[in-house]
């Protein structure tokens, strides 16, 4: 079956620009992870979704960062006022409720100029 | 502060021989721990975990040892292939659902 999907793959931005960057996961997976992975390091979690609500947003760097999951499957981070540390690949991961083999999509790679 | 440690930023081993892959953490709460694989332009995927109350998980090619009393895990393969070159992530959970990850280690398998 289809695996998890982001978009865009690539994304290139202004500083001080708005970014949103999507997440479609597995069907029928409840869980949902962001990571962020910088050049060099491993993945760093981020935010954990089970259904619609964050149940671990504790990743979240700062209030610039923001992540929805309105009906439970798809899911969007968003970026607010952009900075160039922000550049980094942006993983998501979804796994079956919240067991400990999750699957993640390719990566979007955000470049903030 | 990093929770999860992979000291080794890279390991070439011949076709054939044995990889071990190193990990370290610092937490005793972990309860969980997993190797996930990464090839370029893709995200990890999961290899092989093992539980804290198991010292030992094997799947095939792929071994992973667990030494609590040291907080040390490792990933043996063998015999290794060409197929096998990749980014090693180890990671790390509790109860809490969040992951840490260490920083990785590139494989190279020599033919």
Redesign the interface.
């Known amino acids: 079956g289809a695996g ?1 999907s982001q978009t865009p793959s690539n994304k290139v931005t202004e500083k001080g620009k708005y970014v949103e960057l999507r997440c479609d996961p597995i069907s029928g997976h409840t ?1 949902l ?1 962001w ?1 962020r992975q910088s050049l ?6 981020l935010i ?1 979704f089970q259904g619609t609500g964050a ?2 947003d ?2 979240l760097p700062n209030d610039r960062f923001f992540a929805v999951r309105p009906e439970g499957s798809v899911s969007t981070l968003k970026i607010q006022r952009t900075e160039r540390g922000d550049s980094a690949v942006y ?1 998501c ?1 979804s796994s079956f409720d ?1 067991g ?8 979007t790679r955000l470049t903030v100029t | 502060d990093q929770q999860v440690k992979q000291n080794s930023p890279s390991l070439s081993v011949q076709e054939g021989r044995i990889s071990i892959l190193n990990c370290d953490y610092t937490n005793s709460m972990f309860d969980y721990f997993l190797w996930y694989k990464k090839y370029p332009a893709e995200g990890p995927t999961f290899l092989i975990s093992i539980s804290s109350i198991k010292d030992k998980n094997e799947d095939g090619r792929f071994t992973v040892f667990l030494n609590k009393s040291a907080k040390h895990l490792s990933l043996h393969i063998v015999p290794s292939q060409p197929g096998d070159s990749a980014v090693y992530f180890c990671a790390a959970a509790n109860t809490g659902n969040q992951f840490y990850f260490g920083t990785g280690t590139s494989l190279t398998v020599i033919p």
């Open positions: 998890v869980a992870y990571y060099g390091q491993g993945p760093e979690f954990y149940a671990d504790s990743g993983l991961a919240s400990y083999e999750q699957y993640f999509g390719p990566g």
